[in-house]
């Protein structure tokens, strides 16, 4: 008979970026069962809109996490000025649009040089991260910051980008995708790669559907789930948008969404860039005191689907400020992807989902 024991995975762990801690049921070297826990590094910023004021607590929704910071900060003022009654001219569309892909570029940059070096592929890790280094550089020359930017405010951006930076800001993208495109074909094609990852974690269509995953670890079971699709700020003027979709729905098809991605961030800010309007940035708004009433929005992080909820209480702070992550929906099909596999796999599957926990642990 099998001898069944509980090993703890996490949450210090040389493949896990952040504290994420699993119980894993095992029989031998099979996961029967895997029990998440988290909570290590709760920071309470949710309680915090109760201290800082509407304007100053962009400041902290950004910093929820370093590497999502921009669509955190997004989502918090877009709610806010949904609040408030606020209408953005469209070159601040625009232009949170285009900061917001090329954070999905640094995601997914991060991540896959995470991905190569778990796999030992040193060289791959190396070059992944130096392609992200320019991502951080063009943040560094339009926004001042590399991690936390702090350029979106309430009513608008706290300084505009001019068109010329724009346009080297394309540039340089063109020179990043064709060392990218040399680095993917290298991880999905090599032999070893494969044989970690194709097969390995499968999640089918309907268990997917069924425990609401969303984002990559979605995308990669045939979900065509992507908030983009609604239009919502400057993605209702491309000409054309389809979320990047696998049918495998295993670990190597959540790679080939991902890698997908970066493509298509770069085509979208590209066009956006091509089509800037000229109509202002906006500013700080009048209204000293946020009115009584609630608001959502939801927008599509690199992880996928986040919402921002925000009520007023006619004073000059929120009465509450709430965020749901893409990886606190994500946990349900994390727990689903670990059942009956490999014990030698559950790295290569958590890193294929790519949790959050600095932004699940808000």
Not at 82 to 106: D, F
Not at 284 to 311: C, D, N, T
Request: hydrophobic fraction near 40%.
């Amino acid at each position: 008979m099998a001898t069944r024991s509980v090993l703890p995975f996490g949450p210090q762990h040389p493949v896990l970026p952040e504290p994420v801690h699993l119980d894993l049921v095992v029989e031998d070297e099979r996961v029967i069962e895997a029990i998440p826990q988290i909570g290590f590094v709760h920071r309470g910023l949710e309680k915090l809109v109760g201290k800082r004021d509407f304007n100053q607590f962009v400041y902290v929704a950004e910093r929820t996490c370093g590497i999502c910071s921009v669509g955190h900060g997004w989502g918090y003022v877009s709610a806010t000025e949904k609040l408030l009654g606020l209408e953005m001219p469209r070159r601040v569309e625009y232009l949170r649009t285009i900061l917001e892909e090329l954070s999905r570029v640094h995601s997914h940059l991060l991540w896959l040089g995470l991905l190569a070096d778990a796999f030992g592929f040193e060289s791959l890790f190396n070059h992944c991260w130096r392609l992200r280094e320019t991502v951080l550089d063009i943040f560094q020359k339009t926004c001042g910051g590399r991690i936390i930017l702090s350029i979106m405010i309430v009513g608008g951006m706290a300084h505009d980008i001019e068109d010329s930076v724009l346009k080297e800001v394309c540039e340089k993208l063109d020179s990043i995708k064709r060392d990218y495109h040399e680095i993917v074909e290298t991880m999905l094609n090599d032999t070893s790669v494969k044989s970690r990852l194709c097969g390995v974690g499968y999640i089918s269509f309907e268990d997917a559907l069924e425990l609401s995953m969303v984002g990559p670890f979605a995308k990669g079971s045939g979900v065509e789930h992507d908030m983009r699709t609604t239009g919502y700020s400057a993605y209702g003027d491309l000409e054309h948008f389809e979320p990047i979709i696998s049918t495998e729905c295993d670990c190597y098809a959540r790679c080939k969404v991902r890698c997908a991605e970066v493509y298509q961030a770069i085509d979208i800010i590209k066009e956006l860039v091509s089509k800037m309007p000229h109509d202002g940035i906006g500013g700080k708004p009048k209204a000293k005191v946020v009115p009584e009433g609630q608001s959502h929005v939801l927008i599509e992080q690199p992880r996928g689907e986040a919402f921002y909820y925000v009520r007023g209480k006619g004073t000059k702070y929120l009465d509450r400020f709430r965020l749901r992550t893409p990886t606190s929906q994500n946990l349900g099909g994390l727990v689903k992807a670990l059942q009956g596999v490999d014990l030698a796999d559950v790295p290569m599957i958590i890193l294929t989902i790519d949790p959050c926990i600095s932004c699940t642990e808000r």
